[in-house]
């Protein structure tokens, strides 16, 4: 009796089945470029489920052109996901709307409108350089509405881990070299 039971308790349970809601989260989160296993963690969910709900994205869906809500949610959604994955502060969404409306849908530091079109179709992480992205001004601290900003994705890869007036020099250099040529 006590061997029946033992072989009971140690069968693995099946995984349980994620509600609608949470599927469409994985998605959207997948969309976004938000790391499979960041998913996981934040959802409950396990490697295997994201991985098949990540299958069945189209090729439509990748593709349609975003409202700009959907991508502010978007750049949202990836700062809170790299904020839980540290450890750190993140802002709200409508801290989010705020920036956004306080720069009337452009960069903060270009002052390039933020879109949603494919430069390059085959780049896995920078096919749309000018979706919005929030840059961490000091990259130790969080997402704390003093210290971000709306930027283009573009100009949030340049600055990298560099302060501002690195990549502003680097900006004059490219344009001085390239009137000059």
Not at 136 to 151: A, F, H, Q, S
Request: proline share 5%.
């Amino acid at each position: 009796m006590t061997q029946r039971i033992a072989n009971i308790a140690s069968k693995p349970t099946a995984t349980p089945p994620l509600s609608a809601l949470l599927r469409q989260s994985i998605r959207e989160q997948l969309a976004d470029g938000v790391p499979k296993g960041t998913i996981a963690v934040e959802t409950g969910a396990t490697l295997k489920q994201v991985d098949a709900i990540q299958a069945h994205i189209t090729i439509a869906e990748r593709k349609k052109k975003l409202t700009d809500k959907e991508m502010l949610r978007r750049a949202y959604r990836y700062a809170l996901a790299r904020a839980r994955a540290k450890g750190m502060e993140c802002l709200t969404h409508l801290d989010c709307e705020g920036l956004w409306e306080k720069r009337k849908g452009h960069c903060a530091i270009s002052g390039v409108p933020f879109s949603n079109i494919v430069v390059n179709s085959k780049a896995k992480v920078l096919s749309r350089p000018w979706r919005p992205s929030l840059d961490r001004i000091n990259p130790r601290k969080g997402y704390e509405l003093r210290n971000v900003r709306l930027v283009a994705q573009i100009v949030n890869f340049g600055l990298g881990e560099w302060p501002l007036e690195v990549f502003l020099e680097m900006c004059r250099r490219v344009t001085t070299r390239q009137t000059s040529v």
